[in-house]
């Protein structure tokens, strides 16, 4: 294992190469287009042995890796925003057809107006897909994460493609000291992919064929149930990646200081090392506060909500979106998975840091304090500079 200083998306790289993937393809898009360059090079330098597919959008980048995921490769490839927008359809096939594709998406808000800032709204929009989905908070954590969403999607009990994201410029462009694993390491970890493909090279087959209303219901409740296993499957890798490295990031729902919290604010992405100082910082006050981080947004950790939930009186959601509906998304899937409970704590949203607007220690402490004092509104804007309902 050796230390290197690198960004999200070299860390995105770098474990694409050490997953041996056997195809890349490739359409840059900024804050994206690092990860593939630093694919090229590999490549082009013989570090990599696959194939690079540069392609004329990201609609055919996906095409390309769900094509050659459902002949057995292990693929890769990596988007942002608007590029994510494009491939939707896709997103759609890739889940259906069970092909275990990897992405890394680096979170862009979505225009208009421009932005290539951060926020979460590409990667929540496709919540409905059938991806896993991952958020990293540090260029270590999207490292391993890569590396062990490798293993997950291929898992024959999950089969499903997943994605790996970090936040926009905090990660993507921000260097970081990463571990990296030797390639005998992570040989040992993610052996080459096992021959489960739907099609054979020189034989005549059919993938995505027309199904009735006799089955097509069965075909979506099968996609459910393998996300539904993908929890337990991922606790298992995430074990086994720990007695490599020695790195555990807390599973679907990492917690910090929340043992004796009666105020739990949920957090994703690179909001949640902000977070943890001002955790820190309120405790010193006397504050019981604690925190709870999404990591996985799908599957989407009910069991461990429901259980932090039982403990405390106050939940606040921090979410990097909006979806125009009662609330964040975040705040939706919190509420609907505790809705069920007998006796439920007070849950507040808190929408902050669209379009890469910085989601200070301020904000965090006045969304924690409006949290412990007051039982509404239920979704509050954070830090608006301007509250009239003119266009």
């Known amino acids: 294992m050796v230390e290197l200083v690198i960004s999200g998306n070299y860390a995105q790289s770098y474990a694409a190469k050490l997953a041996r993937v056997h195809v890349v393809s490739a359409y840059p898009i900024t804050p994206q287009t690092s990860i593939v360059e630093k694919l090229a090079e590999f490549v082009a330098s013989g570090e990599l042995h696959a194939e690079y597919i540069k392609v004329e959008s990201e609609h055919s980048a996906l095409q390309a890796c769900i094509s050659a995921s459902a002949l057995g490769a292990r693929t890769y490839t990596a988007t942002s925003s608007q590029g994510l927008l494009l491939m ?14 990897v992405m890394g998406v680096v979170n862009r808000a979505v225009a208009p107006p421009w932005s290539i800032w951060t926020d979460h709204t590409d990667t929540v929009a496709q919540r409905d ?7 990293g908070e540090s260029n270590q954590e999207v ?20 994605m790996v994201t970090e936040d926009a410029f905090y990660l993507s462009h921000t260097v970081e000291p990463v571990d990296i694993p030797s390639q005998e390491e992570i040989d040992r970890f993610l052996p080459p992919r096992e021959r489960s493909a739907t099609l054979e090279v020189g034989t005549a087959m059919r993938l995505g064929s027309f199904t009735g209303p006799d089955l097509y219901m069965e075909f979506r409740h099968k996609i459910a149930a393998a996300m539904g296993r ?10 086994d990646y720990a007695r490599l490295t020695g790195r555990n990031h807390g599973g679907p729902l990492p917690t910090y200081k929340v043992d004796d919290a009666d105020t739990v604010l949920v957090t994703m992405g690179t909001a949640t090392t902000t977070a943890k100082g001002v955790v820190d910082a309120m405790r010193a006050d006397g504050h019981k506060v604690g925190l709870a981080k999404l990591r996985t947004f799908r599957p989407f950790p009910v069991q461990e909500l429901r259980e932090l939930a039982g403990g405390v009186d106050r939940i606040g959601v921090l979410d990097r979106s909006f979806t125009f509906g009662a609330a964040g998304a975040a705040f939706t899937e919190v509420a609907g998975a505790l809705y069920s409970l007998p006796q439920r704590p007070v849950l507040r949203d808190f929408v902050a840091g669209l379009g890469g607007r910085d989601i ?22 954070v830090e608006l500079k301007r509250r009239d309902g003119g266009d």
């Open 88 to 101: 939707h359809e896709l997103l759609h096939w890739a889940a259906g057809a069970r092909t275990p594709v």
């Open 129 to 135: 897909t059938g991806w896993i989905q991952f958020y």
């Open 143 to 162: 490292l391993d994460t890569t590396l062990m969403a490798f293993r997950l999607a291929e898992h024959p009990e999950v089969r499903l493609p997943t």
């Open 230 to 239: 993908a929890r337990d499957v991922f606790l298992e890798i995430e074990d």
């Open 360 to 381: 200070t220690a301020t904000t965090v402490r006045e969304a924690l304090l409006d949290l412990l004092t007051r039982d509404g509104p239920e979704a509050a804007w």
